[in-house]
Nanobody, 114 residues
């Protein structure tokens, strides 16, 4: 079993920044893939950024150059640094990991509005 807990969401003005965090716990050694998805109102959940334990990353075209995914040095943690946010980034952001099965956090809400 893997538990994922996100934090760091909130209300931010356009052009602002937020940093999301996700911590994994459970009877696990080290997670390979840890990713961030988001789901905006009325839209399907989409992959925002992906990371592997060897440092590989990938991003949705819509966030390239603005978002950065990174892994913590200790434990199974993943971060999402979001810069130059715009209203289209408003969504619930979910942490995801695959450890045999797919595991999801409960999500953290990001609202970009003036």
């Amino acid at each position: 079993q893997v538990q994922l807990v996100e934090s760091g969401g909130g209300l931010v003005q356009p052009g602002g920044s937020l940093r999301l965090s996700c911590a994994a716990s459970g009877s696990i050694f080290k997670l390979n893939g840890m990713n961030w998805y988001r789901q905006a109102p009325g839209k399907e959940r989409e992959l925002v950024a992906a990371s592997t334990s060897d440092g590989s990353t990938d991003y949705a075209d819509s966030v390239k150059g603005r978002f950065t995914i990174s892994r913590g040095n200790v434990g199974n943690t993943v971060y999402l640094q979001m810069n130059n946010l715009n209203p289209e980034d408003t969504a619930v952001y979910y942490c995801h990991a695959r450890y045999g099965l797919d595991y999801w956090g409960k999500g953290t809400l990001v609202i970009v509005s003036s």
